[in-house]
């Protein structure tokens, strides 16, 4: 979805957990934007269908965090962006959330 530009989509689908005051969708537009300048890239490049990623599970906990989700998306110059979603737990539900978008130098 992010690097289709879907921005709006995904932020009515997962939130941003960085956007303070701001609308989710500006916010995940504008951090992707520092991003990228601070990457000296243009753009992400077009979708991988297997982008590099990880999952990383959280010991059982009060607070409900169940696992963090690491998605490296590779910029138009080579470089990449780090998405991090977070997983939460409550009864047998789980949520997810867009945790934080940040350059990988």
Known sequence: ?????????LAS???YA???SREAWVA????????????RAQSLAPAQPFA???VKYFQPNST???????CFVPTD???QVLV????TSKDAKKYVCLEDISAVV
Do not use: H, K, Y
Request: aromatic content about 6%.
């Open 84 to 87: 991090e979603l977070v997983v």
């Open 64 to 70: 409900g965090l169940f696992a963090l989700v690491e």
């Open 52 to 54: 590099s990623s990880s």
């Open 18 to 20: 960085r956007a303070f």
């Open 77 to 79: 110059n080579g470089t």
């Open 13 to 15: 689908r997962f939130g």
């Open 1 to 9: 979805m992010l690097a289709a530009g879907a921005i709006p989509d």
């Open 28 to 39: 995940i537009q504008e951090d992707l934007a520092a991003c990228l300048a601070e990457l």
